[in-house]
């Protein structure tokens, strides 16, 4: 995982421990949302990427992870926290300026997922 979950706790600014079970599932399908979008290997380090490319595990566009790719991913997993439901009844909704796909777009390589 990239991200902890008391970053990801943070984030929401949620105390206290009642859900930590449901706050890693739904931060592990945060990053893995990210990474299938981005459509390429994602490496926590240089020294991890080295090694996946000496073990030509690497692919094809390997990179390390950066702070907007994070932050992407903590967009992910608050919208996956808040909104728990497929659908929501009597509420506005509206696409924010500065959405996840903004901060993960710049690093995607062709159509992903």
Do not use: C, W
Request: glycine letters at 8%; proline letters at 4%; aromatic letters at 8%.
């Amino acid at each position: 995982m990239f991200l902890t979950p008391e970053l990801a706790k943070g984030y929401q600014r949620i105390v206290g421990n009642d859900e930590d079970a449901v706050i890693g599932l739904i931060l592990s399908a945060a990053e893995r949302a990210a990474l299938a979008y981005l459509n390429r290997q994602v490496f926590v380090d240089f020294a991890a990427m080295d090694a996946a490319i000496t073990a030509g595990t690497a692919g094809e566009f390997p990179m390390v992870i950066e702070d907007d790719i994070k932050l992407g991913m903590l967009k992910i997993f608050g919208d996956m926290y808040e909104n728990r439901e497929d659908s929501v009844l009597a509420v506005s909704v509206a696409r924010l300026p500065l959405s996840s796909k903004e901060l993960l777009r710049p690093h995607r390589i062709g159509n992903g997922v």
